[in-house]
């Protein structure tokens, strides 16, 4: 079992950068691909990144791609989203996930953290 706890999040200006981080528990943390998903105002939860175990694979969606950066060290049981080029669009609740299944798809993730808000003013 594996207990996510992010933070991070606050209020930038459009343009702005945010680092969100994701501190893990557990000792299997290493087995476990992880992902960054947030939820917006009136909207579904969407993916956001994923990055593989050991870091050679990632995926991005296509509204970030370019911007965000997810990243992982496995040694301090953290992940992270850096967040560049923020717009109002990305305002949402940011949410990081742990899943054994490679997907870019919210109902394989098994395991969450309460979520970080992060707001962007235009």
């Known amino acids: 079992q594996v207990q996510l706890v992010e933070s991070g999040g606050g209020l930038v200006q459009a343009g702005g950068s945010l680092r969100l981080s994701c501190a893990a528990s557990?000792?299997?943390?290493?087995?476990?691909?992880m992902g960054w998903l947030r939820q917006g105002p009136g909207k579904e939860r969407e993916f956001v990144a994923t990055?593989?175990?050991?870091?050679?694979?990632?995926l991005y969606s296509d509204p970030v791609k370019g911007r965000f950066s997810i990243s992982r060290d496995n040694a301090k049981n953290m992940v992270y989203l850096q967040m560049n080029s923020l717009k109002p669009e990305d305002t949402a609740i940011y949410y990081c996930?742990?899943?054994?299944?490679?997907?870019?798809?919210?109902?394989?993730?098994?395991?969450w953290g309460q979520g970080t808000q992060v707001t962007v003013s235009s």
């Open positions: 990055i593989s175990t050991l870091s050679v694979r990632t």
């Open positions: 996930a742990a899943t054994r299944s490679w997907s870019n798809d919210r109902v394989r993730y098994d395991y």
């Open positions: 557990g000792r299997t943390f290493g087995n476990y691909h």
